[in-house]
């Protein structure tokens, strides 16, 4: 896996980055203080406020979602 791409956005505050592993890329974005997350070979985004976002990342850390 490799990052392919992070910017910034200056009208809406916004950061991108994208993490691919073959065809798939996970995209997130973070836009006005919530995190936008979707993959690559789908177009539902799903929407993390802070504390989401926060307790997402602390369980991926931990490997609860190793399979």
Not at 6 to 28: D, F, I, L, P, Y
């Amino acid at each position: 896996m490799k990052w392919m791409r992070a910017r910034g956005c200056e009208s809406n505050g916004c950061v991108e980055a994208t993490r691919c592993e073959s065809s798939a890329c996970a995209e997130v974005a973070f836009i006005d203080g919530h995190i936008h997350v979707r993959s690559s070979l789908r177009p539902d985004v799903v929407v993390f406020d802070a504390q989401e976002w926060d307790v997402f990342i602390r369980g991926v850390k931990a490997g609860d979602f190793d399979q």
